[in-house]
């Protein structure tokens, strides 16, 4: 899990995700807070408390 929960590896992830929808104001606003977001995902992935919630998995369709 740790390897999963990597700054780098997160970081790359988010990226990816927005990647052709930066100017959607969704994905803009998810930019705009994305070292605290996954500041909280990490924290939650290394103390294995994360929940995933469907809204999140679709959340940059």
């Known amino acids: ?3 999963v929960a990597a700054w780098d590896n ?3 992830a988010s990226r ?3 990647r052709g929808k930066r100017r ?3 994905v803009e606003a998810w930019l705009l807070r994305e070292e605290r977001e996954l500041s ?10 994360y929940q ?4 999140a ?3 940059f369709s």
């Open 40 to 49: 909280q995902l990490q924290e939650e992935l290394l103390a294995g408390s």
């Open 24 to 26: 959607r104001p969704d």
């Open 1 to 3: 899990m740790a390897d």
């Open 10 to 12: 997160l970081r790359a």
């Open 16 to 18: 990816a995700a927005a």
């Open 57 to 59: 998995a679709t959340e």
């Open 52 to 55: 995933l919630l469907t809204s």
